[in-house]
């Protein structure tokens, strides 16, 4: 069973940058996918970015584009998310998601960033 165990959430003041990580155990990271999510209160939980397996296959929200940056360290079974510019806006507590060829998904427990203006 895989397990994902994010860090690297904090308080910054807007404009600053954060660097979310998260390690996978017990498998390999995302066969398929992989995604990163966030979930501000009161809010229903919202897509931020996802990796696929195949070209061009990174997205990000309209919300993050240009700002926030998605990648993985294979040898390191390591997903990250690289966000600079941030704004109160994206303050939330953000997940880490993973899903294998087989299918199986996986999310970590969730970090949280917190931007002040």
């Known amino acids: 069973q895989l397990q994902l165990v994010e860090s690297g959430g904090g308080s910054v003041h807007s404009g600053g940058s954060l660097k979310l990580s998260c390690v996978a155990s017990?498998?390999?990271?995302?066969?398929?996918?992989i995604a990163w999510f966030r979930q501000a209160p009161e809010k229903e939980r919202e897509a931020v970015s996802c990796?696929?397996?195949?070209?061009?296959?990174?997205h990000y929200a309209d919300s993050v584009k240009g700002r926030f940056n998605i990648s993985r360290d294979k040898a390191k079974n390591t997903m990250y998310l690289q966000m600079d510019n941030l704004k109160p806006e994206d303050t939330a507590v953000y997940y880490c998601?993973?899903?294998?060829?087989?299918?199986?998904?996986?999310w970590g427990q969730g970090t949280q960033v917190t931007v002040s203006s």
């Open positions: 017990g498998s390999a990271l995302g066969g398929y996918g």
């Open positions: 990796l696929g397996v195949g070209a061009d296959s990174t």
């Open positions: 998601f993973s899903k294998t060829s087989e299918g199986d998904e996986s």
